[in-house]
Every structure is written in C-alpha cells, then in structure tokens.
C-alpha cells in the first residue's frame, strides 16, 4: 500500500468539520419572547397613531375610544411583558444553571456598557406601561392627551427595541458600526410596524373592538392607511436585509452549505410567504372589501370582514412570530462557519471551536455602493408603483358599481 507523499502538503488525516450548534432551546426561546414583546409594542402604538385611530377619528367617540382601549391595553400588557422576557434573559446563566433574577436586576446600570443598555430598555419599557395604562380606560381615550400618550408609548418601544443592537462599547472602525447600527434599526424598526401591526389588526379584528354599526366605516380607511406603513416597512426590512446577506453570506451555495445559510433560508421563505400574503391583501381582499362597501352589499362586506380577514390577518400574524422565532437562531455568519469549516479540513488536529480563525470583514468598494443605492432606488419605485395601483384597482371595483359617488371616507380617497 502506497503511502501518502510527505511533500505534498496535505495532512494524513483531515479534522472533523466543526459543528455549528443553534444554542439552547431555552435561550431562543426567551430571545423570541422579548422580540415578539418589544415589536408588538411598538406596532400596536404605531397602529393606533397612524392607521386605526385616524380612521375611527372619522366615525365618532365611540368608535375611536373602543378601538384606542382595545390597542392601549395590549400595549400597556406587552410592555410588562417584554420587561419580564428582558430580565428573564440577563437573569439565565448557564455556568450558574436556572434562572438567578436578583442577579439580573443587579446588572442593570452596573457600570458597564451593556449594563447601561440593558438599564435603559427595561426604563423605557415601564415608562411605556405608564403612559399606555390611562388609555386602556374609555374615559381617558378621547380627550387631549391621547397622541401625546400614544407618541410616548412608541417612543418608548422604540428605544428599548433599539438598545437591543446598540453597540455597548465605543467601536474601532466607527463609519461602519455606525451604518450597521442604522441598518439594523432600519430591520427592528421595519419588522415592528410590520409584523405588530398585523398583531394589532388581528385584535382589532376580534368581535367587540370595533362597534358593529361603524365596522364598515372604518376598515377600509384603516386598511388603506395600514397599507401604505406596511409597504414602506417592507422596503426597510428588505434594504437592511439585502446589507445583512451581503455582509455575512458569500454566494447562494452557502444558504445549503452553513448552518447560519440553512437558519437564513427558512427565515426567508417564511418572509417570502408573509409577502404573498401581503400581495393578496393589497390587489384583491381590500380592492374587494371597498367595492362591496361601495354598492352597499352589507352582507357579503360582513362576510369578509368577520371571515376571510381575519383569517388573513392571523395567518399572517402567526407567520410573523414564527419569522421571530427563527431569527434568535442566526449565531455568526455563514461566511464565517464556510471558512472555520475549510481551515478544520485541511487541519491535520483538531481545533477548538474558540481557537478557528476568523474571516475578516467584507469590505465595500465602489461597485458594492452603486449597486445598493440602485437596488435602494428600485425597491422604493416597486412599492410606490405597487401602492399606487392598488388605489388604482379600487377606483376600478369601486367605478364598477353602477351609480356610485365616493363618500367621505372611503378607501378610494386615501
């Protein structure tokens, strides 16, 4: 038996691959219950200042205090919440073992960068129950200091959201953290109006948020006003994430190749389902639900309304938490575990997982830069044009209806 030619370089026995573990159950699991929290937070105030509050506005007090009620006390419980999964999270030690939550409340504002974050987002967290709780009465919903509550309330969310990718210590290369933390907001930002919207509507959907008499008065400039925060949290969401792919994967092959790849194509796929869901919502469902509205055929429109939307709107609602379920999984990057995993083969030892090179960071150059502000272009000239024939196709349906005039309110006006 020939033996191996010592002059060729390459080692008698090649090293194991390493492993890339997904981590503990139970640490995704908390990681899941804080993102979903804190972005529901932040949704269901956007939802309220931007979309359902406005439209109930339009139909009267009673309409506007029971969809404000209905939101303001999921917000006021989201918050405890998230303030729960946060301390949850500092307080799981796995050297310790269990769960050590004295230990956790004393390593908030300790001192340290992370410390101070974590200080911060659970601060901002108990401001954002306090100023959400008065709105969960009826009485308090109306009046002057409603905005003013709910503009808090998001507030708040949006800087315990954002404490959660801020870097905790001053960085070596500061133009690129800076743009890393600015993408990074653009994706938690994005992701919360998007996906706790839909969590919002889902409430809203339910019998007794909306009174029966205004139900179709409202959804259709509530959907239409939705739609348009919806579209542009898509465009950040998918501009942030084509800069996250770029930055930590090297190609496609990698998507099957790593174990970071495979993590980020089930991410995707969900993604691409909540968008064809997304699709359907905007050129048929709500095109539909206004023209109905339009000829006054109340019995099919409450069909929709109580049936098919809100089975939409759930489905959607669940896709987003499994989206978030998926995402704590993302450790390292893919093109990283590629290259960990080439150096352990052609290693004749085995090495550590904590002794592996590491690949440096991709750096931009100028063709990295044109292509991002022409797919950035393009992807905001897609989600108008999208938005805009969507109104389109409602004039459509809505012309169909023979002898129709638009009335204040209508979705065709928005």
């Known amino acids: 038996m020939p033996l191996p030619d010592p002059s060729s370089g390459s080692p008698l026995f090649a090293a194991p691959a390493p492993s890339t ?78 769960f050590h939550y004295r230990d956790a409340w004393n390593l908030l504002y300790d001192g340290t960068g992370a410390g101070r974050l974590s200080g911060l987002e659970v601060t901002m967290l108990l401001v954002g129950a306090a100023v959400t709780a008065p709105l969960a009465f009826r009485a308090a919903t109306v009046g002057r200091m409603r905005t003013s509550l709910l503009a808090t309330g998001l507030g708040t969310g949006l800087i315990a959201l954002g404490t959660t990718k801020f870097p905790d210590s001053a960085p070596d290369d500061w133009g690129r953290t800076v743009f890393e933390t600015a993408m990074w907001m653009l994706h938690l930002f994005g992701g919360a109006v998007w996906l706790g919207g839909l969590a919002g509507l889902a409430l809203l959907a339910v019998p007794g948020a909306v009174p029966p008499t205004a139900r179709a008065a409202f959804w259709s400039p509530a959907i239409r006003r939705f739609s348009a925060a919806a579209m542009g949290s898509v465009t950040a969401i998918t501009l942030s994430g084509l800069f996250l792919y770029w930055e930590h994967v090297d190609g496609p092959s990698q998507l099957f190749t790593t174990m970071y790849g495979r993590v980020l194509g089930v991410k995707i796929l969900i993604f691409g389902t909540l968008l064809l869901l997304g699709v359907f919502n905007q050129f048929w469902l709500h095109p539909r639900i206004d023209a109905l509205r339009a000829g006054g055929d109340e019995r099919p429109l409450r069909t929709i309304l109580l049936r098919q939307f809100p089975a939409v709107v759930t489905v959607e609602t669940l896709l987003g938490m499994a989206l978030l379920f998926v995402a704590p999984f993302l450790h390292g990057s893919a093109r990283n575990q590629a290259f960990q995993a080439e150096t352990a083969k052609h290693s004749a030892t085995v090495i550590p997982q904590e002794d592996l090179p590491r690949i440096a960071d991709k750096a931009a150059g100028l063709s990295t830069w044109v292509l991002g502000s022409t797919e950035t272009l393009v992807l905001i000239a897609l989600m108008i044009g999208g938005y805009w024939y969507s109104g389109v196709l409602a004039r459509r349906r809505t012309a169909a209806v023979a002898g129709h005039e638009p009335t204040p309110g209508d979705l065709v006006e928005a």
Do not use: N, Y
């Not at 699991?29 to 509050?53: E, F, I, R």
């Open 21 to 98: 573990p997904l981590g503990p159950f139970e640490d995704s699991a908390v990681a899941w219950a804080t993102w979903v929290t804190l972005m529901g937070l932040v949704g269901v105030t956007t939802l309220a200042l931007t979309a359902a509050g406005p439209a109930a506005r339009r139909i009267g007090a009673d309409a506007l205090g029971a969809v404000t009620t209905r939101l303001a006390r999921a917000a006021f419980a989201l918050a405890l919440l998230a303030v729960a999964a946060v301390l949850t999270d500092l307080a799981h030690s796995e050297d310790a073992g269990g």
